[in-house]
């Protein structure tokens, strides 16, 4: 499974941003997906993730975001969202998206894309 992750960019707090990864390969509804993020100075954290489909695409997000995030993902299309509503300065990190084959954890993931930019001004 290759991954493409693509939509970050500058935006002031309060903004909206969407991330989309858009995947390779065959079966993409038999993976998990998750959003990952990494600050300088920071170790890589859990975002959100999505269940593959016998899952029923249940979602998981971390505390932080909670109530402003959301993950979502199109099987015709390969492709996972990351709807980024109440954007903070403390969101600037580099977002990764990541996949894995069957149930979705948090960590724990196979396959990475290369990472979008995501900066956010007070």
């Known amino acids: 499974v290759q991954l493409q992750a693509s939509g970050g960019g500058l935006v002031q707090a309060g903004g909206s941003l969407r991330l989309s990864c858009a995947a390779s390969?065959?079966?993409?509804?038999?993976?998990?997906m998750g959003w990952f993020r990494q600050a300088p100075g920071k170790e890589r954290e859990f975002v959100a993730g999505?269940?593959?489909?016998?899952?029923?695409?249940?979602?998981s997000y971390a505390d932080s975001v909670k109530g402003r995030f959301s993950i979502s993902r199109d099987n015709a299309k390969n492709t996972v969202y990351l709807q980024m509503n109440g954007l903070k300065p403390e969101d600037t990190a580099v977002y990764y998206c990541a996949a894995r084959w069957g149930v979705m954890k948090k960590d724990d993931y196979d396959y990475w894309g290369q990472g979008t930019q995501v900066t956010v001004s007070s």
């Open positions: 999505i269940n593959w489909s016998r899952g029923g695409g249940s979602t």
């Open positions: 390969g065959r079966a993409f509804s038999a993976y998990a």
